[in-house]
Nanobody
Framework: QVQLVESGGGLVQAGGSLRLSCAAS????????MGWFRQAQGKEREFVAA????????FYEDSVKGRFSISRDNAKYTVYLQMNSLKPEDTAVYYC??????????????????WGQGTQVTVSS
């Protein structure tokens, strides 16, 4: 099965930047829509960003648009999330996810069949 491993999380001050990476293995990476989701303590998991199979289209949650940027390198089987101008409310565990051949909706967690273990991002005031 497809395996996803996130890295790059950590502690940063408000206004700082962080770059998350998600390495995939065990499947045809270029055929998957890839997404990032996050879950803050005591809150529901929410959509952050997604990118199409060839990288031609990107999608963002309104609160991160203009601050975050998703990208992918299919040759390296890796998807990235560049996070700039971080705010304390961005604090959460960030998960990467893969949507298979059939991806009915990039904004919905239910559309994604494969998930990583998550990486903690903490933004201090």
């Amino acid at each position: 099965q497809v395996q996803l491993v996130e890295s790059g999380g950590g502690l940063v001050q408000a206004g700082g930047s962080l770059r998350l990476s998600c390495a995939a293995s065990g499947g045809p990476f270029s055929r998957y829509v890839m997404g990032w989701f996050r879950q803050a303590q005591g809150k529901e998991r929410e959509f952050v960003a997604a990118i199409s199979r060839n990288g031609g289209s990107t999608f963002y949650e309104d609160s991160v648009k203009g601050r975050f940027s998703i990208s992918r390198d299919n040759a390296k089987y890796t998807v990235y999330l560049q996070m700039n101008s971080l705010k304390p409310e961005d604090t959460a565990v960030y998960y990467c996810a893969a949507c298979g051949e059939y991806c009915p909706g990039v904004y919905s967690a239910a559309s994604y069949g494969y998930w990583g273990q998550g990486t903690q991002v903490t933004v201090s005031s």
